[in-house]
T-cell receptor
């Protein structure tokens, strides 16, 4: 069974902290994505990666960075968390060229 | 640039009633189209997809969608809604050729089912 896991379901951090969100997929997919989900705004793409050590900016990359050292793992990094980064973060993995993205359960991050 | 519009933010239907969720897209080329569902506290699950061929596509959980090129629409339908269908529904569009593998999502429609 296809599986995308995220390290935490809920996370509370303080302003200015460095935050790591981890995503792991077990499907040997080349492509992985990080989205941010906010009410009324839908899903917005932060970064995506199409191979190990490769990354591309999405629509809202400001304030975020990513790391992909191994094919199965894609990390989202908030270098200095701010309250406007309080949100639900969703990771996804892509099945080949079918465009069928598989999503993890999400991490709800609160920055206080 | 591509965009997806889901004009209904909230929809309430009675259990057993039919459902139609609207989706309109703007795209410069032939698109791939998707509907995803997100149950409370969960990630997104793919309901159905359209790549080519028959414009009426069947998905999981009894859902179907019809691609209408002339109207740039891809509306989701279900003949009889169950209480467990209460969730948020997202329409998404991606490039059939080029453009990488990125999807553009609509803002979602929250479905409430009255018993």
């Amino acid at each position: 069974d296809v599986k995308v896991t995220q390290s935490s379901r809920y996370l509370v951090k303080r302003t200015g902290e460095k935050v790591f969100l981890e995503c792991v997929q077990d499907m040997d997919h080349e492509n992985m994505f990080w989205y941010r989900q906010d009410p009324g705004l839908g899903l917005r793409l932060i970064y995506f990666s199409y191979d190990v050590k490769m990354k591309e900016k999405g629509d809202i990359p400001e304030g975020y960075s990513v790391s992909r050292e191994k094919k199965e793992r894609f990390s989202l990094i908030l270098e200095s968390a701010s309250t406007n980064q309080t949100s639900m973060y969703l990771c996804a993995s892509l099945a080949g060229t079918s465009y069928e993205q598989y999503f993890g359960p999400g991490t709800r991050l609160t920055v206080t | 640039a591509q965009s997806v519009t889901q004009p209904d933010i909230h929809i309430t239907v009675s259990e057993g009633a039919s459902l139609e969720l609207r989706c309109n897209y703007s795209y410069g080329a032939t698109p791939y189209l998707f509907w995803y569902v997100q149950s409370p506290g969960q990630g997104l699950q793919l309901l159905l997809k359209y790549f080519s061929g028959d414009t009426l596509v069947q998905g999981i959980k009894g859902f179907e969608a019809e691609f209408k090129r002339s109207q740039s629409s891809f509306n989701l339908r279900k003949p009889s809604v169950h209480w467990s269908d209460a969730a948020e529904y997202f329409c998404a569009v991606g490039p059939a050729t080029g453009g990488g593998n990125k999807l553009t999502f609509g803002t979602g429609t929250q479905l409430k089912v009255e018993l």
